[in-house]
């Protein structure tokens, strides 16, 4: 199984940014697909990101990226807002092995994010 590390997170008040890293390892040669996920406490875990869509709740102010070999994700999270406060997941749901993909589902431990008014 893929690793994935998060990182980034922390307490912020509303308005300001942080940007949370997931970095995976494992599988050399091959290059992966992830998204981020939020869950706040006594709520169900929500779709955040991924590279080619935003939940409507983040648009505008998030922003998604990777790096060239696709071992490395990034989510810039500016204008924050209270409704924001959860923890924060990365999910790798394709692995590309030369044009070869395998789905799956590996989760981070995921990073804490708390934005306060």
């Known amino acids: 199984q893929v690793q994935l590390v998060e990182s980034g997170g922390g307490s912020v008040q509303a308005g300001g940014s942080l940007r949370l890293s997931c970095a995976a390892s494992?599988?050399?040669?091959?290059?992966?697909?992830m998204s981020w996920y939020r869950q706040a406490p006594g709520k169900e875990r929500e779709f955040v990101s991924s590279?080619?869509r935003y939940a409507d709740s983040v648009k505008g102010r998030f922003t998604f990226s990777q790096d060239e070999g696709k071992k490395t994700v990034y989510l810039q999270m500016n204008s924050l807002k209270p409704e924001d406060t959860a923890m924060y997941y990365c999910?790798?749901?394709?692995?590309?092995?030369?044009?070869?993909?395998?789905?799956?589902?590996?989760w981070g431990q995921g990073t804490q994010v708390t934005v306060s008014s």
């Open positions: 999910q790798l749901y394709r692995r590309w092995c030369g044009d070869i993909p395998s789905y799956m589902d590996n």
């Open positions: 494992g599988y050399a040669g091959c290059s992966y697909d």
């Open positions: 590279s080619t």
